[in-house]
């Protein structure tokens, strides 16, 4: 079983700046992929960013691709999602996310294990 913590969010202007963390449990981090998940109210949970094993690859959705970067630190099972130019638009709940197995690193369901959640509010 994996545990997954996230922290760092909170409100932010737009076109500010944020970096959000995520902490996993256990000894086998570096065996999963990691994912950045956000849920806006009212809408469905959608992918935002993810990274592969051992810091390889890495994907972003269109909508924050030159704006965010993800990153892991498998020394200290944490995967860390940094936010710059934030817009409105981004506001949602973030969800980190860890995938045990091989497939698309950009789909929910293929997500083993999930956190709580962060709050990130941009105001205009």
């Known amino acids: 079983q994996v545990q997954l913590v996230e922290s760092g969010g909170g409100l932010v202007q737009a076109g500010g700046s944020l970096r959000v963390s995520c902490v996993t449990s256990?000894?086998?981090?570096?065996?999963?992929?990691m994912g950045w998940f956000r849920q806006a109210p009212g809408k469905e949970r959608v992918f935002v960013a993810a990274i592969a094993r051992s810091g390889g690859r890495t994907y972003y959705a269109d909508s924050v691709k030159g704006r965010f970067t993800i990153s892991r630190d498998d020394a200290k099972n944490t995967v860390y999602l940094q936010m710059h130019s934030l817009k409105p638009e981004d506001t949602a709940v973030y969800y980190c996310?860890?995938?045990?197995?091989?497939?698309?690193?950009?789909?929910?369901?293929?997500?083993?294990?999930w956190g709580q959640g962060t709050q990130v509010t941009v105001s205009s």
């Open positions: 256990g000894r086998t981090f570096g065996r999963y992929a």
């Open positions: 996310a860890a995938s045990g197995g091989s497939s698309s690193p950009i789909i929910t369901e293929n997500y083993n294990y």
